[in-house]
């Protein structure tokens, strides 16, 4: 649990929180139940992602292969996928393009006018897409556990995966039930734009750090194309 909770402080998971913290900010005086819905849905994101990886994993080690955490990230292309994700959203936090999604989509879960810039599947997605980044940042920090429910029963590895996923929403589950805290951020204004930009910057970053990662993997002039490529964009 107290794994899972240090995960939000990694560099892997700390850019995508910070687009959620945006969101927060965004809401002003929107009411508790709203508040309430859109932590709720980013938990249950986390929490259905972590689950999801444990079923994967479990149903890999019956099928009697070796596995292992943040197996995904030794495959070239879910990394060139995750970049791609990745910088595009960076450009869409500096202001080069905004998708609208539909109507029906925008209410999904809350309703009203307030549902469409803050939709459960949306927020659902957010908690979802930080538990995929911080798949690899999670090894050096809980390989002892992981690896003990990797060797267990199938009860072991959803019981850790579970604790895990608990851990990692419990800053998201806390303002649910508190939604008060949200009212101690600062009131939106011009500034936003600015810290729009910064955290573009940290999802930049986060997008070289996986180029580097697939230069290893392939070449590096495999990443340097993927990367010219996204710059072109």
């Not at 249950?44 to 596995?67: D, N």
């Not at 590895?157 to 604790?163: E, G, K, L, S, Y």
Request: charged share 5%.
């Amino acid at each position: 649990l107290v794994g899972g909770l240090i995960l939000n402080l990694m560099p892997c998971v700390l850019p995508v929180l910070s687009l959620k913290v945006l969101g927060v900010i965004s809401y002003g005086s929107a009411s508790n139940a709203t508040v309430r819905i859109s932590f709720i849905a980013s938990s249950l994101g986390i929490l259905f992602s972590f689950l999801a990886i444990a079923a994967g994993l479990t149903g890999i080690k019956l099928a009697g292969s070796a596995v292992g955490w943040g197996i995904q990230f030794q495959h070239p292309w879910f990394i060139v996928g995750l970049a791609v994700i990745v910088t595009l959203f960076a450009y869409n936090l500096w202001g080069m393009f905004e998708i609208n999604l539909p109507y029906w989509m925008g209410g999904f879960g809350t309703g009203g006018s307030e549902g469409d810039h803050h939709s459960f599947g949306g927020n659902f997605a957010t908690g979802a897409f930080a538990t995929v980044l911080a798949t690899p940042c999670s090894a050096p920090f809980l390989g002892t556990a992981i690896g003990f429910a990797l060797s267990g029963q199938t009860s072991d590895i959803f019981a850790v995966f579970a604790a895990l996923g608990l851990g990692m929403a419990m800053p998201f589950i806390l303002i649910a039930a508190f939604p008060g805290l949200t009212s101690r951020l600062p009131r939106p204004g011009n500034w936003m734009i600015t810290l729009k930009k910064i955290l573009g910057l940290a999802l930049a970053l986060t997008a070289i750090w996986l180029l580097s990662v697939l230069a290893v993997q392939l070449s590096l002039n495999a990443a340097l194309i993927v990367g010219a490529l996204m710059a072109a964009i």
